[in-house]
């Protein structure tokens, strides 16, 4: 079956400018995930989804940092305001409820000029 | 507080040489213990788990609570173990919300 998605695959975007970063999780996966790959944090957790809502968003590095989910499915990461130091790889994870066991997503490259 | 350290960033070693990733944790409970890998140019993926005790390509990793470590080995390594691993934990009593990255180590074997 069809793994975790994401769109796009890259992303450059000017400092200042918003920018959606969605996921597409495995079917059936209740528990949603959003990490950050960067190279002087390495991978950081930034919000879990247990169907549309989001018991924990402790990894949120900022206000301007949000992300949703609807229909227990696709989840949007929104990032206002970009700055040059949000450039990382955002990789989204699904899993069955809620489990250590995550599938991740290819993940989505932003670079912000 | 919860932190995970792989205290090497490059591991380099020979065809047929044994391999041990170090893995150390913190936490104050009962965490559950993983291994993730990430060949070149592919996604981020399970290896294995400390509750299954399985073995996954040769890999095993013993959970010690003593010395709180969770390394990963393998008796004879291949070309094809290449890759970036990275240890990571869950805490339990967070309800599996969420993992808990090491920095990752790089394996390198050489022919």
């Known amino acids: 079956g069809a793994g975790v998605s994401q769109s796009p695959s890259n992303k450059v975007t000017e400092k200042g400018k918003d920018v959606e970063l969605r996921c597409d999780p495995i079917?059936?996966?209740?528990?949603l995930y959003w990490y950050r790959q960067s190279l002087g944090q390495g991978l950081e957790f930034l919000i879990y989804f247990q169907g549309n809502s989001a018991p924990d968003k402790s990894g949120l590095p900022s206000d301007r940092f949000s992300a949703e989910r609807t229909g227990g499915s696709v989840s949007t990461l929104t990032i206002q305001r970009t700055q040059q130091e949000d450039s990382a790889v955002y990789l989204c994870?699904?899993?069955?409820?809620?489990?250590?066991?995550?599938?991740f997503g290819p993940g989505t490259r932003l670079t912000v000029t | 507080a919860q932190r995970v350290t792989q205290p090497e960033k490059l591991l380099s070693v020979f065809k047929g040489a044994p391999v041990e990733l170090k893995c150390n944790y913190s936490y104050s409970g009962s965490p559950e213990l993983f291994w993730y890998v990430q060949y070149s140019r592919q996604r981020l993926q399970l290896l294995l788990r400390h509750i299954s005790r399985e073995s996954i390509k040769g890999f095993t990793a013993d959970l010690n609570k003593g010395e709180t470590s969770f390394h990963l080995k393998k008796p004879f390594a291949q070309e094809e173990d290449s890759a970036m691993y990275y240890c990571a934990l869950v805490p339990l009593s967070g309800g599996y919300n969420k993992l808990i990255f090491g920095a990752g180590t790089r394996l390198a074997v050489h022919p």
């Open positions: 079917s059936g996966h209740t528990a």
């Open positions: 994870a699904s899993s069955y409820q809620g489990s250590g066991e995550q599938y």
